[in-house]
């Protein structure tokens, strides 16, 4: 399973902290692991909008960034994540 996680949670409108994102991905990681112990998962990476109107901040693009630290570890991907 590729899993590619939106920008929208850090936008204007979503403002989640970056531990509420993470946190809730590790909720979805635990049940997916459950439930399919076979299946790979892999995370991709979120790209960068810094600069745009809506996500592109310095504070939204910092909190992508440490999203992304996630995605690469262990915790998150069984296989080496897509960047």
Known sequence: MIW???INDFSRNGNAPLDKVRDGMKDIISLVR???P???LIGATVITALGSANHGTAEQDAKRRGLNDFIRTPACSTALPIR
């Open 34 to 36: 459950a439930r399919r």
């Open 4 to 6: 590619l996680e939106g």
């Open 38 to 40: 076979d299946l790979r």
